[in-house]
């Protein structure tokens, strides 16, 4: 295993990572990979440490970026992006955001989720085949584009430029040129289009999520249009990148299995059910983070400025963790799985994500029944997202 690259993206749109993955968490130190002459990274494959790692945001900074993208380059949205921002600072600048994104604020938008979820899945009971996984990757670009106030008539463009950000190594969304053309691309439309939405918001101020970014203030002052922009974006990736891939997994990987028929009987299972569906699904694949100083981590000595990489999806099946963790159990408790991270960069969506899931399976399956496969499903090609981009289906409507 140790000849296998991490880093190239088809090894989890092709190959097997959890059972490369299965073979590190069987030795008893970290596993050190070198990309190429000048980069490597250790790897972090049980949840013991990963949840040790991403806690101690002291020991492992963020603010040189948090991709393998990035990996021996400093991100330029470092001290500025919440989400490559440590604390103190970043605990500041997220107080306001997540406040408006808690459990009771979100609660309120229930009925608006559920409309958009009941559109959304209204052409699955026509008797066509649905591509059940393009539908999922739509989903959260019309929750969450509607709680930042974005016209619904920019939710297709905005969702396929923010997949493109996330798996910009998938064909499907190269555009034109090579990988780092489509990635600049991207983001240059993505930056430009918050940029002029931030200009225009500043006289139109309301409830809504950029309004929120626009109306926080820390270190005396209030964010800059050049970090609410970055901070936008910030947003609508997260959405996109976990919310998703859950439901993906289940209708992927357990169509022709007892799962569903299950959870349809025995609807009080949905939360459990959805935690397990996180556990399973671990969309973000990896974080990466920087020793700050020399620390050692399951017996290995880790440098200062050593590269550190946790592997979510491998935490979320570690057998000291999650018993038989191999299977998947709508009934899984306790099921503190890393889906969401932890610590101080809890995903602030989380709330946002699970009651979008919940109302998902709720509507899905009281009002449709006989899910068949309807094509073979498709993986997207990205090392940062575990995830599907199509699960062709057929379903019925229920009487």
Known sequence: MGGTDLVDPHLYSDGDAHKVWRELRKQDGLTWHQVDETRGFWSVVHFKETDYVLRNTALFTSERGNMLSLLGMDDPAGGQQIAVTDPPRHTIMQARLKKALAVQAVDRQREMIRGLVTDLLAPLGDGGVFDWGQAMLAMPMSVTGTMMGLPAEDWPWLSRL?????????????????????????????????????????????????????????EGRQMTPSEVVSNCYSLLLGANVTTPHAPNFVMAEFIDSDVLPQWAAEP?????????????????NHMLR????????????????????????????????????????IRRKPNKHLAFGIGPHYC????????????????????????????????????????YKHVPITAKRRD
């Open 290 to 329: 920087y020793a700050t100083q020399d620390v050692v981590v399951r017996n290995t000595p880790i440098a200062a400025g050593d590269a550190v990489v946790v592997w979510l999806g491998a935490a979320n099946r570690d057998e000291t963790e999650f018993p038989d963790s191999e299977t998947f159990d």
């Open 162 to 218: 923010t997949t493109i950000c996330i798996a910009a190594d998938d064909p499907e969304y190269q555009d034109e040129g090579d990988r780092a053309t489509t990635l600049s691309m991207a983001h240059h439309e993505l930056f430009a289009y918050f940029q002029d939405l931030v200009r225009f918001r500043r006289d139109n101020l309301g409830d809504d999520l950029i309004s929120v970014l626009m109306k926080t203030t820390f």
């Open 268 to 284: 009080e299972v949905g939360v459990t059910a959805v935690e397990e569906a996180l556990r399973w699904s671990s969309p973000v």
């Open 348 to 387: 602030v969506g989380h709330s946002v994500a699970r009651v979008t899931l919940r109302i998902l399976f709720e509507e899905l399956l009281a009002n449709y029944r006989d899910f068949q496969p309807a094509g073979r499903p498709e993986r997207l090609v990205s090392n940062f997202v575990s995830g």
